[in-house]
């Protein structure tokens, strides 16, 4: 399994790039945001993720781990594959990304080519409790879900950990109501477990 490539760009297309790797070039298809950020002259370095077809072997490369891992993330929602993560990652950058489905923006994830607001739908509710566990190195008040919207989640989680809905809506609303801004689902998870066990 390759895992990363480094050498120069010996061509550079619309979605892809060929890396000379000590004398071999490997076809790497890139979104459009990695594409801009990978250097002209210097060696480049390229993360890969390996998708074996019927027929072939594809590689997808990314400038950071985190578009990688967000791509990989994309690939386990039903009906998204490799062209189309590739798509919805040129049109919107990891943060934008996360901050969309965070917010449940279907407005947002709708208007990147080739996706529906039935796509957008299901790409939030399969990833939503991916990306708000996803580590950032982006400010946590850049990256964390709105407090609308960590209630609801909060309320969610404690309802599938067993509490009945009256009372998980309830300890929710009592450990948001003073709680810090762009606390984490995590951490709030925590300080109801707290209040539950007074």
Do not use: W
């Amino acid at each position: 399994m390759i895992a990363c490539l480094r050498g120069p760009l010996i061509y550079r297309g619309v979605n892809r790039v060929i890396v000379d790797v000590n004398g071999v070039g490997y076809n790497v298809f890139v979104s459009l945001n990695t594409l801009e950020s990978l250097p002209n002259q210097e060696e480049a370095l390229l993360h890969i993720h390996t998708a074996f077809r019927e027929n072939s072997l594809e590689l997808y490369g990314f400038a950071t781990e985190e578009e990688k891992t967000l791509f990989e993330m994309l690939l386990s929602v039903s009906g998204i594959g490799p062209k189309t993560s590739l798509t919805i990652l040129s049109g919107i950058s990891p943060d934008g990304f996360k901050q969309a489905i965070c917010e449940k923006n279907l407005v947002k994830l709708s208007s990147i080519p080739g996706i529906g607001k039935k796509s957008a739908e299901r790409i939030v509710v399969e990833l939503k409790e991916k990306v708000t566990a996803f580590p950032s190195k982006a400010k946590t008040t850049d990256m964390s879900c709105p407090k609308s919207n960590l209630q609801e989640d909060l309320t969610s989680s404690l309802i599938n950990l067993g509490y009945k809905q009256k009372i998980a809506a309830e300890t929710a609303e009592r450990v948001l109501r003073n709680s810090e801004e762009n606390m984490s689902l995590e951490k709030a998870v925590k300080l109801a477990f707290k209040e539950l066990i007074k």
